[in-house]
C-alpha cells in the first residue's frame, strides 16, 4: 500500500519564520508535487519534481523552494512566512509509465502564520 | 497555459437523483484524473482515464473522456447521503517533467 507522510498536521508559525514543510513517500515513485488548497481556488501547484535534484515550477511559486535531496523526500521551504501563506498544504507523489498513473497524495499540513 | 474548469461549483441534489460534473480542460493532456475529498480530510483517486472514450465505474459512479472535446465528466446514478463531498477533476500529461493540473472542485451535498 503505497504511503505518502507529511511531517506535521497542524503548524503555528509567525511571520518572518523560516518554515520547513517534509513529505515522504514509501514507494520509489519518481514525481513529487506541492500544493496548496484554499477555499474556492482548489488546489494550485507550487512546485513539483520529477527526479532527484530536479525542480520544477508549477503556477505559485513566488514566496516558495523546494528540495529534493533524495528519491524519497520533497521538502518544501517557506523562507519567510507571511499570513497570505496560511493554508493547506499537500504533498503527493506519481509513479510513472503504463498503468502507474495514480497520483498519490499525503493527509496535509494545515498551516498557521500569525 | 493548461487551464481546468469544473461546473457547477456547488451541487445540492436529493437522494436518489442522477447528476453530471462535467470538466473542461484547455490544452491537450494524455491523462484526466478525478478524485474525492471529504472534509477535513486528503484526496482520494477516484479514476484515471488514459484514452479518448475511455469510461471507468465504480458504485454509483462512472467517469468518461472525450479528448476531442476536453471534456470529462463524472456521472453520478442514484444519489446516497454518502456520496456527499467535493470532487476534483484534475489534467496531466504523459511526459515526466509536465505538472498535473487541477480545477477548482464541486461540492456536492446530498440531502436524504
Known amino acids: 500500500d503505497v504511503k505518502v507522510t507529511q511531517s506535521s498536521r497542524y503548524l503555528v508559525k509567525r511571520t518572518g519564520e523560516k518554515v520547513f514543510l517534509e513529505c515522504v513517500q514509501d514507494m520509489d515513485h519518481e514525481n513529487m508535487f506541492w500544493y496548496r488548497q484554499d477555499p474556492g481556488l482548489g488546489l494550485r501547484l507550487i512546485y513539483f519534481s520529477y527526479d532527484v535534484k530536479m525542480k520544477e515550477k508549477g503556477d505559485i511559486p513566488e514566496g516558495y523552494s523546494v528540495s529534493r535531496e533524495k528519491k524519497e523526500r520533497f521538502s518544501l521551504i517557506l523562507e519567510s512566512a507571511s499570513t497570505n501563506q496560511t493554508s493547506m498544504y499537500l504533498c503527493?507523489?506519481?509513479?510513472?509509465?503504463?498503468?502507474?498513473?495514480?497520483?498519490?497524495f499525503g493527509p496535509g499540513t494545515r498551516l498557521l502564520v500569525l | 497555459e493548461l487551464k481546468v474548469e469544473q461546473n457547477p461549483l456547488f451541487l445540492s441534489m436529493q437522494e436518489g437523483k442522477n447528476y453530471t460534473i462535467y470538466c473542461n480542460y484547455s490544452?491537450?493532456?494524455?491523462?484526466l484524473y478525478w478524485y474525492r475529498q471529504d472534509p477535513g480530510k486528503s484526496l482520494e483517486s477516484l479514476f484515471v482515464l488514459l484514452s479518448n472514450g475511455a469510461v471507468k465505474q465504480e458504485g454509483r459512479l462512472m467517469a468518461s473522456l472525450d479528448t476531442k472535446a476536453r471534456l470529462s465528466t463524472l456521472h453520478i446514478t442514484a444519489a446516497v447521503h454518502d456520496l456527499s463531498a467535493t470532487y476534483f477533476c484534475?489534467?496531466?500529461?504523459?511526459?515526466?517533467?509536465?505538472?498535473?493540473?487541477f480545477g477548482k472542485g464541486t461540492r456536492l451535498h446530498i440531502l436524504p
Open positions: 484534475a489534467v496531466g500529461r504523459m511526459n515526466r517533467d509536465d505538472k498535473i493540473i
Open positions: 490544452t491537450t493532456s494524455d491523462r
Open positions: 503527493a507523489s506519481r509513479l510513472e509509465g503504463a498503468g502507474r498513473e495514480t497520483q498519490y
